[in-house]
């Protein structure tokens, strides 16, 4: 049978025509579903809670003679505060859900991990509040003041100095330190100095594993020398950034009223440091924001209130109201490379505008920051601040709801009696801080 050349022509164009409408068809579907919201199914699939791994690592926590065991009693600490808004609670925190969860193993033969259970906020704190009542004074920053060395004190650094060489002289009665060299050993370290809270920390114990909020990977306090060899660098290869504790959490997670959410575009809310400085800079970054779009609610003032104060405390009220009311929060970093804003935005449901080069991150990972956190860069702070109200408000909700999803990974629960899950969470079964941690020490 023949067929003519002619309706081969005709069909082979026909094809050609049914195939570039295919084509046609399929790009604008395409350019439709990536510039509309998300389907209810990818919505749903964002909400999902995280799953992290089960380790089966044990821990053995050293219970240390010749001390009262801090972590069986809270009320020995004396913070500034009560320590459920202490900052530094969770040097606290890890090791009490320890004593309680399943990882703990009282046989030091079977422990994959050594806990050395030293607080050393606690103890300074109870240290110079001791010394206080014998008419010493201590200065701001830790700084030896001239009448407690007229009462015989001595600095409370070089004390905590002291209590870790004789805690480590009391571990080292065992053999399980020298057996890897200490590289099994955990240390807590909740302040901003990392590691140096223990001034001969690099001479003793620098093989051992940090878990700690200063994750500084790049840069020096300024107010100390560049090439001051001992001062402490997050170690990615060995130590852990853990979140700070924010003792206001459920106060930022409150529920709100819908007519308010998002009435402040943007808040910044604290001390701005010297002229020139990040926090500086973005103080002046927002103002300028402010004159080119009067229309945007700011809450930008220069204020020293502390985050750690008690919740009854106006000051931290109004800055806990205003937060959670708020869309964007820049989070840069405070006297070290690690703020505790960062928590309490994500806590509030504001989104971080992370102004740091230099930190790394709790958990990254388990967490994509990238999902919900705005990174600017320190060198371009004032054009990252003006791209703010270009976002759209579905790139905002989506935004924040995978920042819900990821939040209470940050908070530590306070106890591990009800737990609901076979690594570790809070009252609501959801994994929490410690469980974090603990995965991060099984990887």
């Known amino acids: 049978m023949k067929v003519s050349r002619r309706w081969l022509s005709a069909s082979a164009a026909v094809s050609l025509l049914l195939l570039l409408v295919h084509v046609i068809i399929r790009s604008v579907s395409d350019s439709q579903r990536a ?39 809270w009320q020995t600490c004396v913070y500034d505060r009560p320590l459920e808004f202490d900052q530094y609670a969770e040097e606290l925190r890890i090791v009490s859900r ?25 103890f300074m704190k109870s240290f110079m509040a001791q010394w206080a009542t014998r008419g010493c004074d201590y200065e701001p920053r830790h700084k030896y003041d001239r009448k407690c060395a007229a009462a015989g004190a001595v600095s409370p650094r070089e004390a905590l100095n002291a209590h870790y060489k004789a805690v480590l002289e009391e571990i080292a009665l065992l053999p399980y330190v020298a ?5 099994d050993h955990v240390f807590i370290f909740p302040h901003g100095q990392g590691a140096n809270d223990f001034k001969d920390w690099r001479y003793n114990i620098r093989h051992s594993i940090f878990l700690t909020p200063e994750g500084n990977v790049e840069q020096t306090p300024v107010d100390l020398r560049a090439d001051d060899a001992t ?15 924010v ?48 229309q945007l609610q700011l809450a930008v003032e220069h204020t020293d209130v502390s ?46 505008v992370l102004v740091n080069d230099a930190l790394a991150l709790p958990f990254e990972r388990f967490v994509d920051y990238d999902r919900f956190i705005v990174r600017v ?11 703010l109200p270009r976002m759209s408000m579905g790139d905002v909700a989506r935004r924040r709801r995978e920042m819900a999803r990821v939040a209470p990974l940050f908070r530590y629960a306070t106890s ?18 410690f469980a974090l941690i603990m995965a991060e020490l099984g990887v």
Not at 110 to 117: G, I, K, Q, S, T
Not at 179 to 183: E, L, V
Not at 248 to 267: E, G, K, N, V, Y
């Open 98 to 122: 320890l004593l309680e969860s399943s990882f703990l193993t009282t046989d030091p033969e079977l422990a994959d991990f050594f806990l050395v259970p030293v607080a050393p906020m606690c």
């Open 179 to 183: 057996r890897r060299r200490g590289k």
């Open 247 to 294: 003792g206001h959490w459920a106060q930022l997670t409150a529920p709100d009223s819908a007519t308010h959410r998002h009435a402040i575009f943007l808040f910044f809310r604290g001390n701005f440091g010297a002229p020139g400085s990040v926090r500086w800079q973005i103080a002046e970054a927002a103002r300028a924001l402010a004159v080119e779009h009067p």
């Open 307 to 352: 985050t750690s104060a008690r919740f009854a405390d106006e000051d931290l009220r109004a800055y806990v109201e205003q937060m959670r009311v708020a869309r964007f929060c820049p989070v840069a970093r405070g006297a070290t490379q690690w703020t505790r804003r960062l928590f309490e935005a994500i806590a509030a449901g504001c989104l971080p």
């Open 416 to 433: 591990s009696k009800s737990m609901r899950s076979s690594i570790g969470g809070d009252d609501r079964g959801e994994p929490d801080a």
């Open 231 to 245: 001062w402490f660098r997050f170690d990615p290869y060995k130590d852990i950034v853990i979140p700070g504790h």
């Open 35 to 73: 510039s509309s919201p998300r389907t209810s199914a990818a919505a749903d699939e964002e909400l999902l809670p995280v799953v992290v791994p089960a380790p089966t690592i044990k821990l053995f926590v050293y219970n240390l003679g010749h001390q009262p065991h801090i972590a069986r009693n």
């Open 377 to 387: 860069p320190e060198s371009s702070i004032a054009r990252g601040l003006a791209q």
